[in-house]
């Protein structure tokens, strides 16, 4: 069973754009959770919603749809 | 080989299922009433831009053959079958019911930013209800739970949407810029409509800003089935 290193949740991170960190999130952080044993294998997971929640907290991404 | 579960559908799709995110064949499981979309894989799908790509291009894909869609995490893999099988049937109440609560529906992310939260208005000048510690104590408990969950910011959007959202998920952040994630569950094909109105009300937002993506398929909707 393969978990995520650091470095693959920094590559999709830092080169993610706002899709991709919505997708980041609806995959990793939501759904249907059917079996808790499994996400034990998933352990990095937790690291990249953290890194994700810092990247939405930089006012740099503030994009709003529809404003420059 | 193990079975890595992709969704749970409302009922078998028209066409064939095609190929899973390790270019493995697709299969249905039934199960109780459920339906349970399944790749067969050696291993546990590494998470990178392109395997998240993929799972929701192919729940994408068979959502548009069938009336719902509840998602599952990425990576949920079960030894066989017989285990998909045996943890439906412990589930099967609260999937079934999950499954029509996002019949027919998509999914709506807004995201609030500001340079803080706007303060919440002074509590009742009446102590928590209750005579002794404990009943203060839930009392505070479920005042501090509602407080987590409400976005009084985005309320004159709230309003603006009225029928348009079926069902709401939020989650507060309070770590300015950004201030809280809101879902919200729509009809499908309303996304652009759902767009529209956001944009129309962003002045009575203000200081706020919001930003929007979607439709997504129902994920926030399908994490507190099971």
Known sequence: MTTPSRAAARQILETADDSLLDLVDNLLNRGVVIS???????????????????????????????EP | ????????????????????????????????????????????????????????????????????????????????DAALADALVQRRVQLVQALGRVAGCEQMTVRVWGDGPIPSPPRDAEPAAGPGPGTRYLTDRRRAHEAAHRVPELEPLRQR????????RVERHDRPPLLATVQHLVARGTGAHYLDVVDACRTGLRPCRVSVTGPWLPYAFSEDAA
């Open chain 1, 36 to 66: 808790g044993e499994v996400l034990l294998g998933l352990a990095g997971v937790d690291l990249v919603y953290l890194r994700l929640t810092a990247l939405l907290c930089a006012a740099d991404r503030v994009r709003p749809r529809g």
């Open chain 2, 1 to 80: 080989m193990s079975v890595y579960l992709y969704a749970l559908l409302s009922g078998h799709p028209a066409s064939a299922c095609g190929q899973g995110i390790c270019a493995e064949p697709l299969r249905l499981v039934a199960s109780g009433g459920l339906v349970a979309l399944v790749g067969d894989v050696s291993a546990m799908p590494e998470v990178t831009a392109l395997t998240l790509r993929a799972q929701d291009a192919v729940l994408r894909r068979l959502a548009a053959e069938v009336d719902a869609v509840l998602p599952a995490r990425f990576g949920t893999l079960l030894a066989d």
């Open chain 2, 161 to 168: 949407l009225g029928d348009l959202v079926r069902a709401e």
